[in-house]
């Protein structure tokens, strides 16, 4: 089997890399074989923002953490970087104000903050931004110098420059690279996908890789075989029926959680806790639900939404698939119920009800960009004062992401009353048995269940100064 080469645009040049192995990463590619040494190593865990880069072409092209992102993924596409941006010896208008504001100290994490205020110029077309707006956009950057303040200066006076000149944008032309190349598959279809998983049931299933990316950078794993979801054309995208919303597994995390927040606002909060912009975009939904981590932020979120998975296999010459609800996936700590021969293509979301309340909690270390200590999302309908149908999904607690399925019938047609919140608070703290960890003591978290759904209880009553976010 020959380990395929890398096709990317670089510098506005097409480059080609010779027997790239499927573990190497992004960033490994652009500063050993590319030498482009303005992208940083920070962290090497997408938490710092340091090797930001942009890749994609036009309206598609988004942030990533070149760190953690295997180099076969952005075959074929534009890669860019902050050395890219000056044209005709002008510096890009992100360049020029973050030069006149000052938004550079020691520099190494320069670049990063340059692509990510790239992008955001980018999206907003040259207009004027909000530091609000700026600061969603710097999310997933960590500057040590504690020099925010000046760089979110000039992410607001960006637009006050002259634009610059159109960039020449490079075809790549066909690509005539095997799809299926069992090193690194990049399959572009379901009827090329779930075959060829058939024949290689070992190969690692890859989309964005913001976690399979930290096996390869923190535990030095190595895969042989790669399958990358992330070109198949049904896996990308979200489809809404009458009752639901199917969200394919190659959906970004940012356009996943965009597509509930539309009809649960609910959601928009939760969705930039879940990390930096960077990994939003470059994650999928597909990936973190089917990873299993027991401290995964959506899956609390699906199970409270009565989420299901669409399993999907190649048997016998024709595809089967099978519905599995999302608290009954997980089997054990990254344990699931997927067969050697299945893949995870859609998450099935029920559109909400009449009268449906929702309160997603995450609480972590901190507040951006960072893995929970304990997630919990509660769902009811709420009729007059009574409670029906209540859901409860929640994170960090056990070695899988569970259901609270006992507390759900102690709150089920129970009044909003304190003696009801008691008995609830009691249920739920007794339900789970959580460790002790570097995060947070099995106390704190047994402490955190009982006041957060005390905080659900006084907002579904309406009352005051319980979101911190309206602080």
């Known amino acids: 089997m020959t380990i395929p080469h890398l096709d990317l645009i670089f510098r506005n040049t097409k480059t080609s890399i010779a027997n790239v192995p499927p573990s190497r990463t992004l960033l490994d590619i652009l500063r050993e074989e590319l030498r482009a040494t303005d992208i940083k190593e920070g962290c090497a865990s997408g938490d710092c923002g340091a090797c930001t880069v942009v890749i994609g072409h036009g309206p598609q092209a988004h942030t990533v953490n070149s760190c953690i992102r295997m180099a076969h993924s952005a075959h074929g596409l534009q890669v860019t970087t902050a050395s890219d941006l000056p044209t005709n010896g002008q510096l890009h208008p992100v360049q020029q104000a973050m030069l006149d504001h000052h938004g550079s100290q020691c520099g190494f994490c320069t670049p990063g903050f340059v692509m990510s205020l790239y992008d955001l110029y980018n999206r907003a077309q040259g207009q004027a931004v909000t530091r609000e707006e700026a600061m969603e956009a710097i999310s997933g950057n960590l500057c040590r110098c504690t020099g925010y303040r000046p760089i979110l200066d000039a992410a607001c006076a960006m637009h006050l420059y002259p634009a610059p000149a159109p960039r020449r944008q490079l075809k790549t032309g066909p690509d005539l690279r095997d799809p299926l190349n069992p090193h690194y598959a990049l399959p572009r279809s379901l009827a090329q996908l779930l075959p ?24 030095h794993r190595r895969f042989d075989q790669v399958i990358d979801l992330t070109r198949v054309a049904e896996l ?8 639901h919303l199917a969200i394919g597994a190659a959906v970004s995390l940012h356009d996943a959680f965009a597509a509930l927040a539309q009809r649960r606002p609910e959601v928009t909060d939760f969705a930039h806790r879940f990390a930096g912009r960077p990994v939003r975009q470059s994650g999928t939904l597909g990936g973190n639900v089917a990873n299993g981590s027991p401290i995964g932020d959506s899956m609390p979120l699906l199970i409270a939404l009565g989420a299901q998975v669409v399993l999907m296999a190649y048997r016998h010459g024709r595809i089967v698939s099978r519905h599995v609800p999302l608290e009954d996936y997980y089997l054990g700590y990254r344990q699931t119920v997927l067969a050697p021969d299945e893949v995870l293509c859609w998450i099935v979301v029920p559109h909400p009800q009449q009268n449906e309340r929702l309160f997603a909690y995450k609480v972590s270390k ?16 709420q009729e007059a004062q009574a409670l029906r149908d209540v859901r409860i999904g929640v994170g960090g ?3 899988t992401p569970v259901r609270a399925r006992r507390t759900e019938a102690v709150m089920d047609n129970q009044p909003l009353d304190a003696a009801s919140l008691a008995r609830a608070q009691d249920s739920l703290s007794q339900e789970f048995k959580p460790i002790t960890d570097m995060r947070a003591s099995a106390a704190y978290r047994h402490q955190l269940l009982r006041n957060l759904l005390q905080r659900a209880w006084l907002q579904a009553q309406g009352v005051a100064h319980t979101r911190l976010e309206n602080f």
């Open 196 to 219: 060829l998983r058939a024949r290689h049931p070992q190969a690692q299933l890859m989309a964005g890789g913001t976690d399979a990316g930290l096996w390869v950078t923190q535990q």
């Open 236 to 243: 990308k995208k979200v489809e809404t029926y009458p009752h």
């Open 366 to 381: 901190r507040q951006e960009d960072d893995i929970s200590t304990l997630c919990l999302v509660l769902r009811w309908h």
């Open 397 to 399: 607690v056990a070695a």
